[in-house]
């Protein structure tokens, strides 16, 4: 392989200060995107489709059109497939340099040509500042871009010995027949990373994005035209889920479903599947990422500050709509005071507003129906005696849907709002004692089906030893000394188990590796020309 294939470098995140060109392009950018509606249509064989339209509005001011997107029906999820399958006999048989000069060349034009137009995207259509969108829809996706063919690469390296006479290898094929990816609204890099994971490795996908990620995912799909992604390999189509999945999951040459969004869908999706494996030409892979119920666990010998800061960032950046972040904490009685108080103050300093003033740390939720769910637990604890009230707990829609970080105190550590996924600005706390520690992480290993992020603070290293011990299967991706969020590729694989996923690692090998079907070749350079062996002699 070539220099070009050598080890990426994580891309820059910018940091957009008063002053800076950056910031300048940006509210170009931004201006822009409010100035001209755009059409969101599904793309399918190399053709985009019309359908039922519906309008697209920002989170933070749902009365303002930005554009207006058309939903297909079951005629263009069978379309779809059949592009898929078209374009597989040609795209498996690229090599792979060839498909990884398209996802590179993406990488490339995503930083630079359009990093500005995908940002005010990501910032307008999923409500976030320009730190949270910088973070997703540039660098992480870049960086999956880039680093997902490193890996390919070295995956395909690894091949068999070969003994004198014999010639050993190993065919890294792509599955046979299409990948399904279904993305979700909250990070645009999930939605950009799921379906071309698969493509890179010569599977063709049909690839349907969150409707209230389609903003952003045009965008995506745009890029990757101009990097030269032939077509039919990814087709991507707006349409609800229950028409997507009724078509695709009763197809036989579904081979793979590559899924991040609620642990109750995917449980759904996965019967469907296991209810029609007589009719799939092979067992198909199931790669997926679901909830969490993310914990932070501090023992006496951490620091009140630093862990006030973990906890606010942990629980309400992107107003707490991460898989990953911060919903339950457990505090020792010794710093829970001063640990809370400071929360509370770092609360009351927010600025809430939409995306464009740059001076607001928190944004809108996503849409009504979340808005609804996260407006119910707030309530619940609100009325509930064992739950006391520390900070928030109001909301306002009448412009958009913005809700004020919350704060919960609760006596009860089984109490729903320590149990639940809230995927909300919501944080429960709980206080133990201190002596009671090692009885504390017990308590957070058992209490929540999920297993996918968590926090341990502490300064004494054997109680961070104990710790890590204790709550080994709590979580996929444990942070020391840190908050629970901000995985970065090629430096924390990401991916959880228990009820929050299958654990295959985005950002890394071990997912990559899931959307091959290796077959091993040996060739015989001397073959026998005797049939009898020496003992027979």
């Given at each position: 392989?070539?220099e ?17 060109l ?8 931004l201006?822009e995107a ?7 249509r599904?793309y ?8 039922e ?15 207006t997107?058309?939903?297909?029906d ?20 690229w ?12 990488a ?7 990093r500005?137009?995908a940002?005010a ?13 910088e ?17 390919a ?8 010995h070969s ?13 046979e027949?299409?990948?399904l990816a ?19 490795m ?5 690839w ?23 077509e ?8 609800q889920g ?9 197809h036989?040459a ?18 469907r599947?296991g ?5 799939y ?8 990422e679901?909830?969490g119920?993310?914990?932070?666990w ?10 006030a ?10 107003q ?22 400071r ?5 009351q300093?927010?600025?809430i507003?939409?995306p ?16 609804d ?11 509930d ?8 707990g ?5 412009e ?6 919350t ?8 109490h729903?709002?320590?149990e ?12 133990y ?24 603070w ?5 109680v ?11 979580a996929?991706n ?7 969020t ?11 188990a228990r ?17 091959v ?17 020496p003992?027979?002699?």
């Amino acid at each position: 392989m070539g220099e070009w294939m050598s080890l990426p470098q994580n891309e820059p995140v910018l940091s957009y200060a008063p002053g800076s060109l950056e910031r300048s392009d940006l509210e170009a950018a931004l201006k822009e995107a409010y100035e001209r509606p755009v059409e969101v249509r599904s793309y399918i064989g190399g053709q985009f489709w019309g359908g039922e339209p519906f309008p697209l509005t920002p989170p933070h001011r749902k009365k303002q059109v930005i554009g207006t997107a058309y939903r297909v029906d079951t005629k263009g999820v069978e379309a779809a497939i059949q592009a898929a399958l078209r374009a597989h006999e040609e795209w498996r048989r690229w090599s792979f340099e060839k498909r990884a000069e398209i996802f590179l060349k993406a990488a490339e034009l995503l930083s630079q040509k359009y990093r500005y137009q995908a940002n005010a995207a990501c910032m307008i259509g999923q409500s976030k500042n320009i730190f949270q969108s910088e973070i997703d829809i540039i660098a992480e996706l870049a960086d999956f871009w880039r680093f997902n063919v490193h890996y390919a690469e070295w995956i395909q390296r690894w091949q068999p010995h070969s003994p004198k006479g014999t010639l050993n290898r190993l065919d890294y094929r792509p599955l046979e027949g299409f990948v399904l990816a279904i993305t979700p609204f909250n990070f645009a890099s999930i939605a950009g990373n799921l379906p071309t994971a698969p493509a890179l490795m010569g599977n063709v996908v049909v690839w349907k994005p969150a409707e209230t990620q389609l903003y952003s995912a045009r965008v995506i799909l745009e890029i990757l035209l101009e990097a030269g992604l032939p077509e039919g390999v990814i087709n991507m189509v707006v349409a609800q889920g229950p028409t997507v999945s009724e078509v695709a999951l009763a197809h036989p040459a579904f081979a793979g479903l590559h899924f991040t969004g609620s642990t109750s869908t995917l449980n759904l999706l996965w019967r469907r599947i296991g209810e029609n494996l007589s009719i799939y030409l092979n067992y198909p892979r199931v790669v997926a990422e679901t909830g969490g119920k993310d914990f932070v666990w501090v023992h006496r010998t951490a620091d009140p500050q630093q862990v006030a800061v973990a906890l606010v960032r942990g629980a309400y950046e992107y107003q707490g709509q991460k898989c990953s972040a911060a919903s339950r904490a457990y505090l020792p009685q010794s710093l829970a005071n001063e640990t809370l108080h400071r929360v509370i103050s770092m609360i009351q300093d927010f600025r809430i507003g939409p995306p464009e003033d740059l001076g607001n740390f928190i944004n809108a939720v996503i849409d009504k129906k979340a808005f609804d769910k996260i407006v119910s637990y707030i309530e619940l604890g609100k009325s509930d005696p064992v739950i006391s009230l520390l900070a928030g707990g109001t909301y306002d829609e009448s412009e958009g849907y913005f809700i004020q970080p919350t704060l919960f105190l609760t006596q009860d550590p089984h109490h729903r709002l320590m149990e639940e996924e809230i995927f909300g600005p919501v944080l429960t706390v709980y206080i133990y004692p201190d002596e009671a520690w090692e009885d504390s992480l017990q308590l957070v290993d058992t209490t929540s089906p999920y297993g996918l992020t968590g926090a341990i603070w502490a300064q004494d290293r054997k109680v961070i030893e104990k710790a890590i011990d204790a709550l080994r299967y709590a979580a996929g991706n444990i942070y020391i000394n840190d908050k629970p969020t901000g995985a970065v590729v090629n430096q924390q694989p990401f991916g959880g188990a228990r009820a929050s996923g299958t654990n295959d690692k985005a950002g890394s090998p071990w997912n990559l590796i899931r959307w091959v079907s290796p077959r091993a070749i040996k060739e015989n350079l001397l073959p026998p020309m005797d049939y009898r062996y020496p003992f027979m002699g």
